[in-house]
């Protein structure tokens, strides 16, 4: 048998933020059933934690979705180091991931980790598009201070600016519109969209990813590092973002990105709520 943890990420409370099961020793595990292990939990991710390999490193953490491996996502890392360091790991460490190493800091159940890796515009997808893949008008993206655009570190996200919070809550994604852009825009996930609006000092955000059987994520800090990047990438100044996401689908998340010429950090809250033993190799 084989232990796992399963905790909600940028959240302080349990069944708020975003699912995530960890194996914190996954040498055990028959390494051709990651993907099956995954997609058993149909959490919108899965960490596999191993030792490093890099032996100054602290772990090696592989992340898998329901349907294929990540090199770098924000809610399994903040999840993984919390639970890391719930069970006696040291408060800093540096997790080797398919981007490279990060270093993470723990502290009273909060983590932050920071990523240099540089931000890349893949494409600019038709706005008429991404309305639709959307379910909404062209009305309603907001161009003033981008037009939709595929970017990310490590995952590309089809970051998009909505005009008003009504247009958000209105999102009813079409799948046959996702498809026809990631047909169209090939990229790490097929077609990500990440909406968001700006409402004072808070973002409101939602992520669907259905093609990579995520209908909707309830906080997604690849995205938010992203974004965070792309805005100060235009803008020439640091930011510091407090994103709300999640509200809608009943699981509110709290997600914190500072981006600057360095790099971009995250930083939020995890809480264990569950733990089992994994059967399937027995």
Known sequence: MTAYLVYDVFTDTPFGGNQLAIFTDAEALPQDKLQAIAAEFNFSEVTFVYPPDDLRHTAKVRIFTPTLELPFAGHPIIGTAIALADIGFPPKMTLELG?????????????????????????????????????????????????????????????????????????????????????????????????YVVEGDLIHARMFAPLENIPEDPATGSAAAALAALLCDLTGEIQDLTIHQGFQMGRPSVIHARADASGVTISGQAVRVMEGQFLGHN
């Not at 190493?101 to 706005?127: E, I, M, Y």
């Not at 600016?161 to 790490?188: H, K, V």
């Open 99 to 195: 981007i490279g190493p990060v270093p993470c800091t723990v502290a009273n159940g909060r983590a932050q980790f920071t990523t240099t890796v540089p931000l890349t515009r893949d494409a600019k997808p038709d706005t008429a598009l991404v309305a639709r893949a959307l379910g909404l008008t062209v009305d309603d993206i907001n161009t003033e201070h981008h037009t939709p655009v595929q970017a990310g570190l490590g995952v590309a996200f089809v970051i998009t600016e909505l005009s008003n919070r009504d247009a958000l809550s209105r999102c009813q994604p079409d799948i046959n519109a996702m498809r026809d852009g990631a047909a169209r825009y090939p990229g790490s996930l097929d077609f990500a969209i990440l909406a």
